[in-house]
């Protein structure tokens, strides 16, 4: 029985060493087992936990170790595999199935504690491939998992500085025209998504899509924004789709969570449908943008946080930006419609996807964004009202032996009271503040 360290890990130790910066902070670490048998590593205490193929926990870290494998495919997209693990298949023909040479490389269990100064095992050319920045596929049975389009994409958003190479590109392009990509399923689409957007230049991710052609087949909705124009006086980089890569790259500068970049992503979502004779005017974009937004979502299945915040961005970000000329009642209108005064946290995720739309533009990275502190400033004078009392007051009002009907208009009524109180409280606090950014 042999093992290895593999993958991840050892790319990650080479790449901190060329550049003589503390280590990437590689978590997992992926072990390969050559001649063994899943009865040999049951005796040896390891614990079986792969559905499909022979993978097992260490009975003291945990991590998972996989016996050395081939896999063969059998049917169209990410589940069409037979695998092979039987103790004749070596380290070569593991490191083989990988998906890009620079993660087919491998140091032996002992050397794993400083896997930069071990002996590398690599068959495939990958640290020729890191040192040259480049994203080469192993073999061409790369294009036997269409999954590894997206991680590709992925590894680009991660290290930006590396080119993807071109007979790479060329076949993952072949991938796309022969339909590979249409055969993935929701949960892996999105988990490399989510992946991708998280990472260091989220825009580079999208390049390597559209390049290949996948985007066009995975989000068309997002495809469709580049070469659509908008005013130069507001968007000097003109282009939509160059302004959406410019305001994701401003989520991740800001350290933005997810459900945040993924509203910027869909936040202009409405432009790429503008009727041409009104551009580069874009009239009621928010609310299509809106509308593509839940069939984004149902198709790739975005979890509720990410598509319930993308949805308020994608309909108020216009009103966001406008707020800074809204009076006391405006604003509480807006803050009601953003349900922010039940869901504050939300709301300033919310505010900060606009902020990542305001400073994506050329010219305006570095601007600040005064409507963030102001809306702020107006929902801690709204919530400050205490509404219980009012309730009550509108309540007391009613006769007991009202109709019906004025029944039901008391809850309207109770909220018409609220609402002016809340709006009266932004008044004046907006009145009193000596701050430029949040006076009235």
Sequence with gaps: MKIYLVGGAVRDALMAQDRATPETSHVDRDWVVVDATPQA??????????????V??????REEYALARTERKTAPGYHGFAFHAEPGVTLEDDLARRDLTVNAMAVAESEAGNPASAPLIDPYGGQRDLQARVLRHVTDSFSEDPVRILRLARFAARFPDFSVAPETLALMQHMVDHGEVDHLVAERVWQELA??????????????????????????????LWGVPQRADYHPEIDTGVHLMMVLDMSARLDAPLPVRFA????????GTTPA?????????????????RGLCDRW?????????????AREHGNIHRSAAFGAAA??????????LRRPERFADVLLACECDARGRLGFEESAYPQRKRLLFALSAANAVDTEPLAAQVSASLPTDA????????????????????????????????DPATSG
């Design 277 to 293: 004779d009104v551009l580069p005017r874009h009239i009621g974009h928010e609310e299509r943008s809106a509308k593509l937004l």
């Design 264 to 271: 910027c992503l869909c936040h202009d979502l409405g432009k």
């Design 403 to 434: 109709p019906a009907q004025a029944r039901a208009e008391l809850g309207p009524r109770i909220a018409h009271a609220i609402h002016t109180a809340r709006a009266e409280a932004v008044a004046v606090a907006l009145n009193a503040s000596a």
């Design 195 to 224: 992946r991708g957007l998280m990472e260091q230049r989220p825009s580079r991710m999208f390049d390597v899509l559209r390049a290949c052609g996948a985007l066009e087949r995975l989000l068309p909705e997002v495809e469709r």
């Design 56 to 61: 097992f926990l260490h009975p003291q870290t």
């Design 41 to 54: 590593m049951q005796e040896q205490g390891f614990l079986p936990v792969g559905r499909d193929f022979p």
């Design 301 to 313: 299945r975005v979890p509720r946080e990410s598509r319930e915040l993308a949805d308020v961005v």
């Design 331 to 340: 604003l509480v209108r807006l803050l009601e419609r953003c349900d922010a």
